[in-house]
């Protein structure tokens, strides 16, 4: 089964941008839509931005919208999301994964990679 490794996370000062990679261990990755999901400390998991095999469709959860960017290219098996005016709200756990729906960025998995931290300081 595909597995999925995220990097890209650090500490970054508020209004500083990151971009956060994932990738694919095959190329069956083209088979999947894929999302990127976030998970603070006591709060739940939540749907950042969802991305559909060939990138027709993108959805942003409206916390992130203008702010952050996904994009996948299917050729070097990787997802990206590109997170620019990050605020202290946006730290949290990152992980990419597969996603049943785009639309609503849910259906999340079953394949999940291990995460990536991003903390953001005031």
């Known amino acids: 089964q595909v597995q999925l490794v995220e990097s890209g996370g650090g500490l970054v000062q508020a209004g500083g941008s990151l971009r956060l990679s994932c990738t694919a261990s095959d190329s069956t990755f083209i088979n999947y839509s894929m999302g990127w999901f976030r998970q603070a400390p006591g709060k739940e998991r939540e749907g950042v931005s969802c991305?559909?095999?060939?990138?027709?469709?993108?959805y942003y959860v409206e916390s992130v919208k203008g702010r952050f960017t996904i994009s996948r290219d299917n050729a070097k098996n990787t997802l990206y999301l590109k997170m620019n005016s990050l605020k202290v709200e946006d730290t949290a756990r990152y992980y990419c994964a597969t996603v049943a729906r785009t639309d609503l960025c849910s259906g999340a998995g079953p394949h999940w990679g291990q995460g990536t931290q991003v903390t953001v300081s005031s």
């Open positions: 991305i559909s095999r060939y990138g027709l469709y993108r």
